[in-house]
């Protein structure tokens, strides 16, 4: 085993021998490393145990995505010096296995998005001897006419993430359509597209929700098909925090996590909870509860609606909450595990993210 690779199991609990897994997670780390994670529940307790770890997305990785269809991790570096995009095969046992990289233009935060440029990759992303770096396809660079309110907005636009929505267009061209204004200082940083059918293949009824990381709200936003083009009007906006304004970071429908308002003891932050009218897609703030973490910086639903999985920035921890699939309520803390070591106030030196891989059966001999 190579010296980085002992660097990153140094202290952590690895799943004892022959213990069955129901569920697997990939959880990212500031420190370079993703951990694969197996959850095994029983009942209403559960418990987390590290299986493995892998470098190969350079130094900090921030937010990875997984595609059970291909059964392969995309992983995107945050950093401003020796970044890349790196694909991952992911054995059924959580094994990642670097599969190719590419060098964006740096700093990217989710997807393919970086402070200022959208960019488009061919896949798989193979390197070969003489290709060691896959290339962009299209990159698309974005400016602002002038500062924004906030402070946090005053040396360019910050793209945080990239959304899609089928339009039947076989080119895989990116082309500019009509832009959907914003309120100064919203800074919206995630978003995620909800139809009453279930189905975002249909205009009918279609809705975009967005995170306001600066104005610490949500907004929902009516979805018009064009010719070629998607076109945005802003239906509602509401706070992520019943009693005022909170730090809000990322959004999985119908929830928000809020970094820092501390709401659960001090250093235990909270998770808003939404409803949506099935008819009319208004959303409706509901409770905000445990996110049994300090400064969650993402939340995943896994498949069946049963489970959130929280990660929590600087507590560098992944727990999993249990979720009413009816209600959407969360309830109680089924299981909780540190990975890597804990952050710093307010840095990014903690955990990054957590991504659910499911319906796995994992037998590790240690």
């Known amino acids: 085993m190579s010296l980085i690779m002992r660097t990153l199991f140094a202290g952590f609990a690895l799943l004892p021998t022959a213990l069955a897994a129901t569920s697997m997670l990939l959880a990212s780390h500031f420190s370079g490393a993703i951990f694969s994670l197996a959850l095994n529940t029983q009942g209403s307790n559960g418990t987390l145990a590290i299986t493995s770890a892998a470098g190969g997305c350079s130094s900090t990785p921030t937010w990875p995505r997984y595609y059970a269809d291909t059964k392969k991790l995309y992983c995107w570096d945050e950093s401003w010096q020796g970044y890349s995009m790196a694909e991952y095969n992911v054995s059924t046992d959580g094994t990642l296995t670097v599969n190719g990289q590419a060098t964006p233009p740096g700093n990217d935060v989710h997807g393919l998005l970086t402070p200022s440029t959208l960019t488009t990759y061919a896949l798989p992303l193979k390197a070969g001897p003489d290709r060691p770096f896959t290339t962009p396809l299209q990159m698309e660079t974005f400016y602002m006419a002038g500062p924004g309110p906030n402070e946090r907005q005053h040396n360019g636009p910050h793209r945080t993430k990239l959304s899609l929505i089928p339009l039947g267009n076989s080119s895989s061209q990116l082309n500019a359509c009509p832009d959907a204004q914003t309120a100064p200082g919203d800074g919206p940083r995630h978003g995620e597209f909800w139809s009453p059918k279930g189905n975002?293949?249909?205009?009918?009824?279609?809705?975009?929700?967005?995170?306001?990381?600066?104005?610490?709200?949500?907004?929902?936003?009516?979805?018009?098909?064009?010719?070629?083009?998607?076109?945005?009007?802003?239906?509602?906006?509401?706070?992520?925090?019943?009693?005022?304004?909170?730090p809000a970071a990322t959004m999985q429908l119908p929830l928000a996590a809020n970094r820092n308002d501390k709401l659960f003891e001090n250093e235990t932050d909270s998770l808003a909870t939404y409803s949506i009218d099935p008819t009319t897609g208004t959303v409706t703030w509901v409770e905000a509860t445990s996110a049994h973490a300090f400064y969650p910086r993402s939340s995943s639903v896994n498949k069946a609606g049963a489970m959130v999985a929280v990660g929590g920035q600087t507590s560098s921890s992944v727990a999993?909450?249990?979720?009413?699939?009816?209600?959407?309520?969360?309830g109680s803390l089924i299981a909780s595990l540190q990975i890597g070591a804990q952050g710093t106030y307010t840095n990014e030196d903690g955990l990054s993210s957590v991504v659910w891989v499911e319906k796995v059966s994992i037998v590790r001999q240690v």
């Open 200 to 246: 975002t293949t249909s205009p009918d009824g279609l809705k975009l929700y967005t995170v306001n990381e600066l104005g610490n709200s949500a907004s929902s936003w009516s979805v018009t098909y064009g010719a070629g083009c998607a076109s945005l009007n802003k239906t509602q906006t509401i706070s992520t925090f019943a009693a005022g304004k909170v």
């Open 320 to 330: 999993i909450v249990a979720r009413d699939t009816i209600t959407g309520n969360l």
